[in-house]
Nanobody
Framework: EVHLVESGGGSVQAGGSLRLSCAVS????????IGWSRQAPGKGRERVAC??IMSGSTIYTDSVKGRFTISLDTLQMNSLEPEDTAVYFC????????????WGQGTQVTVSS
């Protein structure tokens, strides 16, 4: 069974930084992708970033380009804005098109102005 655990959320002022981590266990193959999605209060889930482990290629949603950096097990978030406030979820799947197969429990990120 695939198991994901996020950590590193918290509260920060606008312009600050946070680094989220994702611990993944239970994968049975080497080719996969890791993604981060978020859900703000009253809004739907939004995919933020994805990395393909085999190729190293990354994808970001426009609103975080240049501010967020995804790596194998972390999401570095710089220049945070109040609009980034959300619950952030780590996800994993076969590739970045199907990265939402498994989800963690989420970690809260709050950015104050």
């Amino acid at each position: 069974e695939v198991h994901l655990v996020e950590s590193g959320g918290g509260s920060v002022q606008a312009g600050g930084s946070l680094r989220l981590s994702c611990a993944v266990s239970g994968l049975t193959h080497d080719a996969y992708a890791i993604g981060w999605s978020r859900q703000a209060p009253g809004k739907g889930r939004e995919r933020v970033a994805c990395i393909d482990i085999m190729s190293g290629s990354t994808i970001y949603t426009d609103s975080v380009k240049g501010r967020f950096t995804i790596s194998l097990d972390t999401l570095q978030m710089n220049s945070l804005e109040p609009e980034d406030t959300a619950v952030y979820f780590c996800t994993v799947g076969g590739d970045c098109t199907h990265v939402d197969e498994h989800w963690g429990q989420g970690t809260q990120v709050t950015v104050s102005s």
